[in-house]
């Protein structure tokens, strides 16, 4: 196998192919928790007494199965398997139940099946929808069907039992070669190893076409995006809204639509069926709740009951009340007959999914926590007998107009009768100047320093200013940016992309790495990967066995036999001997593990923790730089790592012209080291003499070849003077600031020079010491 170029490129192009990223995802807390918005509910009664349990999606990227036993919740499996690669958006939007599996969807344009009551295994991944799947409904009597409808206006049914069958192997070539690592049933994979493959979105429209295996039934006719679905017990009526502020009714067995109902005049956002199919009810972002009847074909009865847009609603068994709620932050009962409305409680924040469980009610919130309010289960009239309800008006602008007169009731609960704690997510971040370290903010304003390159927290500030405190943590310093970061998971997603991600570099010991020369030079990259990919190595080794190599030695046509790699595209690491093992200050936590996220060769993504690989990933699953840098400590070239620069007296200064050419020298070189190449030429023995004038550093004009070691990286050494008591004390100026020792000539160039122009320093004899 041959290394192609991208789309559209000839054989002749010089466009170089766009590498695969790398994204590690890092969590401080308690991984059972979510650190984002919960997005969807769906509860599943136990058929034993003595539990039952809740399922959360959320924007975090997971899904999670709590085990509800009275007042207590126990996490007891997490679901992390839905990526989106091209828009690095992972929110698990709708979930729900369907005899014995678990059906999400997501912003990755994908329909996941789960085993609801495995160890998270995803038996099957269904691609169709060609942009982000917002929403689900399914037949509670024919658990088979579950529909699903997105952003890209598509609203498929799939029968979930013809879509998990075996498929017969196919005899294309190109088929089997990639057997181990999914069955293609058309667009549908089942993954065959520990990754849960997923195609990118960016690859959805090659997948629309089916050749073979199971297709879903379509229903055409959105021309805008599909944000709620809802289906009658029996799977014979399914009813969709959204953006054009219409209802559909259709036909799931055919996908051919029965009729349209108008009234709203904002996108629909929540839809329910009665068990019959013969009344709809609907919440939008006109703040108003309508039912309909469908085989009138009309609204019926519309209640004004929020101030602003209604996106959950769940109503009792009997079709008799809805619960409702919004972004008002409000939670309504509402008596369907009577028009009979009361405010069961208020949020902290937006509400965004309901589902009702024996006495209670669970809400889901953008907030990471989720909260049971208590009701009166088969019996909400008795809720009314409290006092406080209203009559909900036929008018939107009623209950507005009642809200700014002072009439808004009061709640009926204060506080909700259990609550399953989530994660603050981080709301706001701040790189740091060392590129190592990096300052976050959370919802509930906790302010925490990270340790990237180590993934954990080395210091919670608790609630401060975060504009204070990076004040307080500046650093002169200057340092490539070597990664990007985002927050949209509620923690920190850090991406690696080659070859930038290879730019920043530091001496070991600035790292406090403990034996390591003083001039060794690590790369950032090279050794946060080393530390990433410390358990695959180790797992690795132990499956090679016998035959297992060590980190180092292995050659990349044995490791990696589809890639032909040569020198002219990769230099080898001059210190690899030093890296046998990953070095301490880049070890992750085995306890809260970053999860890694990649694309495999397949074109599919995939989401994983670092301490579930298993050693049998290779360059099918993990970006063939990635393994190269890893495996046989190489990167590929880089550029601007010299800084050129000028060195000359300062001016009226009587002591002797070093050299009038211009300098090159690692940008991370310290000043201390030109000081002591000032020394070094003040007392050679030789008397200077002519030579390059645009030499690099340590090839400079007078220099004997027995010098050359002590210069630019080379600490200093002998070929020198005795120093005896003649030892003159330099200083290192530029624009007139002495400079400290410790700075770095990218540092100088940043902060002092701050001029395009090569670097000017100068040098003066302050005393003899």
């Not at 192009?13 to 979510?34: F, N, Q």
């Not at 953006?243 to 029965?258: F, L, Y």
């Not at 990259?525 to 066995?545: F, H, Y």
């Not at 080379?714 to 007139?736: A, D, M, T, V, Y």
Request: glycine share 8%.
């Amino acid at each position: 196998m041959h290394r192609v170029g991208s789309a559209g490129n000839t054989s002749n192009s010089s466009r170089p192919r766009k590498e695969k990223r790398l994204t590690y995802v890092l969590t401080d807390a308690d991984k059972t928790k979510h650190c984002a918005g919960v997005n969807c509910l769906a509860v599943l009664k136990s058929s034993s007494d003595s539990y039952d349990y809740l399922f959360t999606g959320s924007r975090d990227g997971t899904l999670k199965r709590w085990a509800i036993a009275d007042d207590e919740a126990s996490c007891s499996a997490t679901y992390e398997s839905h990526v989106d690669w091209k828009y690095r958006v992972l929110q698990v939007n709708d979930a729900v139940l369907t005899g014995k599996s678990l059906v999400s969807c997501s912003s990755d344009t994908t329909v996941k099946v789960w085993k609801s009551l495995s160890d998270s295994v995803c038996t099957r991944t269904l691609r169709q929808h060609s942009d982000y799947v917002i929403c689900l409904a399914t037949a509670d009597k024919n658990s088979n069907i579950v529909a699903s409808g997105g952003l890209g206006g598509e609203v498929f049914v799939w029968d979930i039992e013809a879509a998990l069958a075996p498929v017969a192997k196919s005899t294309d070539p190109m088929d089997d070669e990639s057997s181990n690592r999914m069955i293609n049933s058309g667009n549908y994979g089942i993954p065959m190893t520990s990754l849960r493959s997923v195609t990118s979105s960016n690859n959805v429209s090659g997948n629309n076409a089916q050749t073979h295996g199971y297709t879903p039934v379509a229903a055409k006719g959105h021309k805008e995006s599909v944000y709620a679905l809802a289906m009658n017990d029996s799977g014979t009526l399914l009813v969709s809204g959204g953006t054009e502020k219409v209802i559909r009714v259709w036909d799931p067995r055919t996908g051919s639509k029965n009729m349209k109902l108008r009234g709203h005049t904002d996108n629909i956002r929540a839809l329910l069926l009665d068990s019959t199919g013969r009344f709809c009810l609907s919440g939008s972002s006109d703040s108003m709740i309508r039912l309909w009847d469908l085989g009138q074909q009309r609204c019926v009865h519309s209640y004004a009951v929020h101030t602003d847009s209604v996106w959950a609603l769940a109503s009792t068994p009997s079709f008799s009340h809805v619960y409702s709620g919004g972004r008002d932050l409000s939670l309504y009962l509402t008596d369907l007959s009577t028009r009979e409305s009361i405010l069961l409680c208020t949020n902290e924040h937006p509400v965004l999914q309901l589902a009702l469980q024996d006495e209670g009610i669970w809400v889901a919130t953008t907030d990471s926590s989720v909260h049971r309010w208590p009701t009166e289960g088969c019996y909400p009239q008795k809720v009314f007998q409290r006092g406080g309800s209203f009559l909900a008006g036929n008018l939107s602008f009623s209950r507005a107009r009642a809200c700014l007169e002072g009439t808004t009731p009061a709640p009926v609960y204060k506080e909700p009768s259990f609550s399953i704690p989530g994660i603050p997510a981080i709301v706001q971040h701040e790189i740091l100047n060392n590129r190592r370290q990096v300052l976050t903010k959370d919802t509930s304003g906790s302010v925490k320093l990270w340790e990237i390159t180590r993934g954990i927290v080395i210091e919670d500030f608790g609630k401060v200013s975060f504009e204070e405190k990076k004040k307080e943590l500046f650093e002169m310093v200057s340092i490539p940016a070597w990664f990007t970061m985002d927050t949209r998971l509620g923690s920190l997603s850090v991406h690696l992309d080659t070859p930038q991600c290879f730019s920043a570099e530091m001496y070991a010991v600035d790292l406090s790495i403990l034996g390591a020369p003083e001039d060794l030079k690590i790369n950032l990259a090279q050794e946060t990967l080393r530390g990433l990919l410390a358990q695959w190595m180790a797992k690795r080794r132990q499956r090679s066995g016998s035959q297992a190599s060590t980190i180092g030695d292995i050659p990349p046509g044995r490791d990696m036999p589809s890639r032909n790699f040569s020198h002219s595209r990769i230099e080898v690491d001059e210190t690899a001997e030093y890296h046998n093992l990953v070095l301490p200050a880049f070890q992750f936590s085995t306890i809260s593990p970053p999860s890694i996220i990649t694309e495999d060769s397949q074109g599919g993504s995939w989401r994983k923790k670092i301490t579930e690989l298993d050693g049998s990933e290779d360059e099918k699953d993990i970006p063939w730089w990635c393994l190269d840098c890893v495996l046989n400590g190489r990167i590929p070239p880089r550029e601007n790592t010299k800084c050129s620069f000028y060195l000359h007296p300062c001016e009226g200064s009587n002591v002797q012209v070093l050299t009038q050419g211009k300098l090159s020298a690692p940008r991370i070189l310290r000043i201390h080291k030109v000081v002591n190449y000032v020394i070094e030429k003040m007392v050679l023995d030789k008397p200077l003499e002519g030579g390059n004038s645009d030499g690099q550093f340590g090839l400079v004009p007078g220099v004997g070849q027995s010098q050359l070691t002590s210069l630019g990286d080379g600490s200093f050494r002998g070929g020198l003077k005795p120093w005896q008591k003649i030892k003159p004390h330099i200083e290192i100026l530029c624009n007139n600031q002495v400079l400290s020792h410790d700075m770095s000539l990218a540092t100088v160039r940043t902060y002092i020079w701050k001029k395009p122009e090569d670097l000017v320093l100068n040098y003066r004899i302050v005393q003899n010491r």
